[in-house]
């Protein structure tokens, strides 16, 4: 049973979450707090992490505590569900690492569904890879049943978004992935803004490795393309 942590510091919406998360099949931890949360991550880390970005008094909390996580672990899926929905707030999770960001008028059902598709991702890392699920472009070294990605033989630590995004991109070099074609590939139903600020992300990690790393080119109007083959 996949066990997934919400942190919502509203005792009534904390409880909505878990009942519905419960009868959906999953095993729940909540807490009101980062303070608690952190505490509770130290020990052991959930499969699936919820956060709101307001806890009480800790007006940010939510971000910090995606930041702490992101630490302890680069693949541990983390959904943001919070009441604010400005741009700066979305862009500022998911530069924090978050997977998915939603907002609290999001359905059940489609919440239901992100996480879904979250964990569906996250299984491929317990197949024995095959050499057919090892792309090499290049420099470039992408295992799929890993979720690991290497550039000239460095590790890449990608967010599982941000893995199969690069997979989009690199399963057919020089092909440009349109927004719809790079949401699909990565199960995801974000705005451009949330694509753009996914890609920023994956380009800063493979900079970091690599200063001169240009391979991810924007298309204007069109969508995205990997260079190298």
């Known amino acids: 049973m996949k066990r997934i942590a919400i942190v919502e510091d509203d005792a009534a919406i904390r409880q909505n979450y878990v009942d519905a998360l419960t009868r959906s099949g999953y ?36 971000f910090s505590l995606c930041r702490d996580l992101r630490a302890m672990s680069a693949t541990l899926p983390i959904i943001f569900l919070s009441a604010r929905d400005s741009d700066f707030d979305v862009v500022s999770g998911l530069r924090l690492g978050a997977d998915d960001y939603v907002t609290k008028d999001v359905s059940m059902p489609h919440l239901l569904a992100r996480i879904a598709a ?39 630590a990608l967010t599982v978004t941000e893995f199969w995004m690069v997979h989009a991109l690199v399963k057919f070099p020089g092909h440009v992935k349109n927004r719809d074609q790079l949401m699909r590939e990565a199960e995801l139903t974000v705005d451009d803004n949330t694509i753009t600020s996914h890609l920023k992300r994956i380009r800063k990690k493979f900079v970091a490795v690599d200063a001169g790393f240009d391979e991810i080119e924007t298309v204007y109007g069109m969508g995205y393309r990997w260079h190298s083959a």
């Open 27 to 62: 095993e729940l931890e909540s807490h009101a707090t980062r303070t608690a949360a952190t505490a509770a991550f130290k020990a052991r880390l959930p499969d699936l992490a919820i956060l709101d970005i307001g806890l009480g008094d800790d007006i940010d909390g939510g």
């Open 118 to 156: 979250l964990f569906r991702r996250m299984e491929a890392v317990r197949q024995p890879s095959r050499a057919e699920d090892i792309l090499h472009r290049g420099a470039l070294k992408l295992d799929i049943n890993k979720l690991s990605v290497q550039w000239n033989e460095q590790e890449v």
